[in-house]
Nanobody
Framework: QVQLVESGGGSVQAGGSLRLSCEVSGAIVRTIPMGWYRQAPGAQREMVAL???????TYATSVKGRFTISRDNPKNTVYLEMNSLKPEDTAVYYC?????????WGKGIQVTVSS
């Protein structure tokens, strides 16, 4: 079983920055694709950023140019650097990973951006 633990969330004023981390543990035999999703109250969960085993990244249009996803394979950790944060970025952020066609999710971490 793959386990994901997010950290680095919190509250910040508009224009500020936060860095989220997702540490992976469990039954992992190799580097696996990972991503960050978010869900605002009353809204559906949406993709924020993805990163493949080869380091290829994909971003939601709403965050492109402001957020950066990266990974440190020796540490089994994926990061989401969030800059120029906006109130609409407020949501619970979830880390996910896919292995053998199965998706694992972290418990989520709150990010609140005030104006």
């Amino acid at each position: 079983q793959v386990q994901l633990v997010e950290s680095g969330g919190g509250s910040v004023q508009a224009g500020g920055s936060l860095r989220l981390s997702c540490e992976v543990s469990g039954a992992i035999v190799r580097t696996i694709p990972m991503g960050w999703y978010r869900q605002a109250p009353g809204a559906q969960r949406e993709m924020v950023a993805l990163i493949t085993t080869n380091g290829i990244t994909t971003y939601a249009t709403s965050v492109k140019g402001r957020f950066t996803i990266s990974r440190d394979n020796p540490k089994n950790t994926v990061y989401l650097e969030m800059n120029s944060l906006k109130p609409e970025d407020t949501a619970v952020y979830y880390c996910n990973a896919v292995q053998y066609g199965l998706t694992s999710w972290g418990k989520g971490i709150q990010v609140t951006v005030s104006s």
